[in-house]
């Protein structure tokens, strides 16, 4: 019964900044998993970052460690993902996901239970 809806892609030159938003509606997900995944033309569908809902764990990719970072408003029931330094390979499409168990598997997208429909985020040379 959850629904999630991505905004905030666009298209930003290289070292800019974006901020993702995934509105969940529908059940409430206090202390369940959050995550962003992406997926670049091609290639596989790859973890980026996931939280507690709840707050205190966050889990990132190597890949975007010290440039990305997650985060929630639980009053607008809302995951965010702020982007820095944006680099053209990470152009791609990003999802936001929820996952109801095993946090343990946080970085495995087959773990996750309901996703969003992808903002695109292009970033130029």
């Known amino acids: 019964q959850v629904q999630l809806a991505e905004s905030g892609g666009g298209l930003v030159q290289a070292g800019g900044s974006l901020r993702l938003s995934c509105a969940a509606s529908g059940r409430t997900l206090s202390g369940y998993g959050r995550g962003w995944f992406r997926q670049a033309p091609g290639k596989e569908r790859e973890f980026v970052a996931a939280?507690?809902?709840?707050?205190?764990?966050?889990d990132y990719a190597d890949s975007v460690k010290g440039r990305f970072t997650i985060s929630r408003d639980n009053a607008k029931n809302t995951l965010y993902l702020q982007m820095n330094s944006l680099k053209p390979e990470d152009t791609a499409v990003y999802y936001c996901a929820v996952l109801l168990t095993n946090w343990s598997t946080v970085r495995n997208d087959r773990s996750y239970d309901y996703w969003g429909q992808g903002t695109q985020v292009t970033v130029s040379s």
């Open positions: 939280m507690r809902w709840s707050g205190g764990s966050t």
